[in-house]
């Protein structure tokens, strides 16, 4: 039973803590509230973006936006909070790759359209996810399960769980739904080269780089490669927009955008 000598002290404190909050948000000549010392902004808002791909309008993404085709899908299973994120990655295998979908996870709303796809015999989903826990061993399985996949005729997809290392066990662990699919764990000794959040090791690849590997080792390695100069045109562009630098000479990723648009 807790102490409530501590209880009372607690809510004393609290009392405490309410009535100096009072004494800032308020005129103590008047009592009135005090207006704002400054307007609020979101960190970023006040720049320009462009309509289209969302980067800041100096560095605009569309000129190297390039298509690609691919023998095995990729779904992203979306925390709600990338979805604001204009850093997030996912959104760029959906520019490369048509076939791909975008499911936003709620908890106890799953998705109709992603419960509707798993039913349906010709696709085989992988959730892609470290082999770091005994409860799912007898689940997982190498990329020679997609291989022999592709040769039966149907079509293998890649579930990504996109956002936070924090979100994406949660979603792997509260979708009931994803219990009973196969999980291959990505192995790869590529670093990341995401500029634009600070990861917890060079070994945590972001989304894009995890699709890029997925496709490369599957097989899909033209999809792979426009996949990856893509990311890299993101990763410099949006990098470049934030030290408020126009890039003026063309990487060699861009220029391969480039001719693959112009056919």
Same mark, same amino acid.
């Given at each position: 039973?807790?102490?409530?000598?501590?209880?009372?002290?607690?809510?004393?404190?609290?009392?405490?803590?309410?009535?100096?909050?009072?004494?800032?948000?308020?005129?103590?000549?008047?009592?009135?509230?005090?207006?704002?010392?400054?307007?609020?902004?979101?960190?970023?808002?006040?720049?320009?973006?462009?309509?289209?791909?969302?980067?800041?309008?100096?560095?605009?993404?569309?000129?190297?936006?390039?298509?690609?085709?691919?023998?095995?899908?990729?779904?992203?299973?979306?925390?709600?909070?990338?979805?604001?994120?204009?850093?997030?990655?996912?959104?760029?295998?959906?520019?490369?790759?048509?076939?791909?979908?975008?499911?936003?996870?709620?908890?106890?709303?799953?998705?109709?359209?992603?419960?509707?796809?798993?039913?349906?015999?010709?696709?085989?989903?992988?959730?892609?996810?470290?082999?770091?826990?005994?409860?799912?061993?007898?689940?997982?399985?190498?990329?020679?399960?997609?291989?022999?996949?592709?040769?039966?005729?149907?079509?293998?997809?890649?579930? /990504?769980?996109?956002? @936070?290392? $924090? +979100?994406? &066990?949660?979603?792997? =662990? %509260?979708?009931?739904?994803?219990?009973? !699919?196969?999980? /291959?764990?990505?192995? @790869?000794? $590529? +670093?990341? &080269?995401?500029?634009? =959040? %600070?990861?917890?090791?060079?070994?945590? !690849?972001?989304?894009?780089?995890?699709?890029?590997?997925?496709?490369?080792?599957?097989?899909?390695?033209?999809?792979?490669?426009?996949?990856?100069?893509?990311?890299?045109?993101?990763?410099?562009?949006?990098?470049?927009?934030?030290?408020?630098?126009?890039?003026?000479?063309?990487?060699?990723?861009?220029?391969?955008?480039?001719?693959?648009?112009?056919?």
């Amino acid at each position: 039973m807790p102490d409530q000598t501590c209880q009372a002290d607690h809510c004393d404190s609290r009392a405490g803590f309410s009535h100096a909050a009072a004494r800032l948000s308020h005129d103590p000549a008047t009592g009135h509230p005090r207006p704002p010392r400054r307007e609020f902004k979101a960190r970023g808002s006040f720049v320009e973006r462009c309509p289209g791909c969302n980067l800041p309008a100096l560095n605009c993404l569309c000129p190297y936006q390039a298509r690609a085709e691919s023998e095995a899908r990729v779904w992203l299973i979306t925390h709600p909070l990338e979805h604001l994120k204009p850093t997030n990655t996912g959104r760029l295998i959906r520019d490369v790759l048509p076939g791909t979908e975008v499911f936003t996870w709620y908890r106890t709303v799953p998705d109709a359209r992603l419960l509707e796809l798993l039913e349906d015999p010709d696709l085989v989903p992988f959730v892609i996810f470290p082999d770091d826990q005994p409860d799912y061993a007898d689940r997982v399985v190498d990329i020679q399960a997609v291989s022999e996949v592709k040769v039966s005729g149907r079509t293998p997809v890649f579930i /990504l769980l996109d956002g @936070t290392w $924090r +979100q994406a &066990r949660r979603i792997f =662990r %509260k979708s009931p739904y994803l219990d009973a !699919l196969p999980v /291959l764990p990505l192995s @790869t000794t $590529r +670093q990341t &080269r995401y500029q634009l =959040r %600070k990861p917890a090791s060079r070994a945590h !690849l972001c989304t894009a780089e995890v699709a890029v590997e997925l496709l490369r080792q599957s097989g899909d390695v033209d999809a792979a490669q426009v996949l990856d100069d893509y990311f890299d045109t993101f990763n410099v562009s949006y990098a470049a927009s934030r030290r408020y630098e126009k890039i003026e000479v063309s990487t060699p990723a861009m220029l391969r955008l480039v001719a693959r648009r112009t056919g």
